[in-house]
């Protein structure tokens, strides 16, 4: 099992560009997760999907975030007319029903935002 | 609104320390877990506590979750340089997401 992946790692940005990232959960994990971590503090939840659906989102995500997860294996999110304030780390994790629900993280995209 | 406190938020002690670290709430999860986390790297899964009064040891790190699940504790013995980094306690309630404590970051000096 090779884990979660995220690409890119880094991405730097000017403000009003649009940014997209990836996900590739573990195979198998029908539940994918999007959370986002700024500096001194733990994640918070942003989206997450079962399959191909999205089923919840926090307030957190603006209309300038969209996420998708088009076949129910890989997932996309996108951040348009970015903004400083969105510079932080993008984690994106993985579940399944047979593993419990337990939630396992990629290494996670740092998004800069100049 | 489920909130998870962590303390101390920062913590550095001499090789060889013991060391505790605290993850409490007024909310019940069905779940807790630890997680720790490297500069630039996303969170590696530690433990996963489930059972009230549950406790579990990996190595020299014993993990306890509270009777009433609102709350766990890490302790660590004979901390190791080895050991720093950032430890995050995640709750996971009715909702599927987690929610996570604003960490403690650990640092282990030789």
């Known amino acids: 099992d090779t884990g979660v992946s995220q690409d890119p790692r880094h991405k730097i940005t000017k403000r009003g560009q649009n940014v997209t990232f990836r996900c590739d959960p573990i195979s198998e994990h029908n539940r994918l997760y999007w959370y986002r971590q700024t500096l001194g503090q733990g994640p918070e939840f942003l989206t997450y999907?079962?399959?191909?659906?999205?089923?919840?989102k926090s307030r957190l995500l603006s209309d300038r975030f969209s996420a998708e997860r088009p076949k129910g294996s890989f997932s996309t999110l996108e951040i348009q007319r970015t903004e400083q304030g969105d510079s932080a780390m993008y984690l994106c994790?993985?579940?399944?029903?047979?593993?419990?629900?337990?939630?396992?993280f990629g290494p996670g995209t740092r998004l800069l935002v100049l | 609104t489920q909130l998870l406190e962590q303390s101390p938020q920062f913590l550095s002690i001499q090789e060889g320390e013991n060391l505790t670290v605290y993850c409490n709430s007024s909310s019940v999860f069905s779940s807790l877990q630890w997680y720790r986390q490297e500069p630039g790297e996303g969170p590696v899964l530690l433990v996963t506590?489930?059972?009230?009064?549950e406790v579990k040891k990996l190595k020299r790190l014993t993990f306890q979750f509270g009777d009433a699940r609102k709350d766990s504790s890490l302790h660590i013995t004979a901390a190791q340089p080895g050991d720093t980094g950032l430890y995050l306690c995640?709750?996971?309630?009715?909702?599927?997401?987690?929610?996570f404590g604003s960490g403690t970051q650990l640092t282990v000096l030789p």
């Open positions: 994790a993985s579940s399944s029903r047979r593993g419990g629900e337990t939630q396992y």
């Open positions: 999907f079962q399959n191909e659906a999205q089923l919840e």
């Open positions: 995640a709750g996971a309630g009715s909702a599927r997401q987690l929610t």
């Open positions: 506590v489930v059972t009230g009064g």
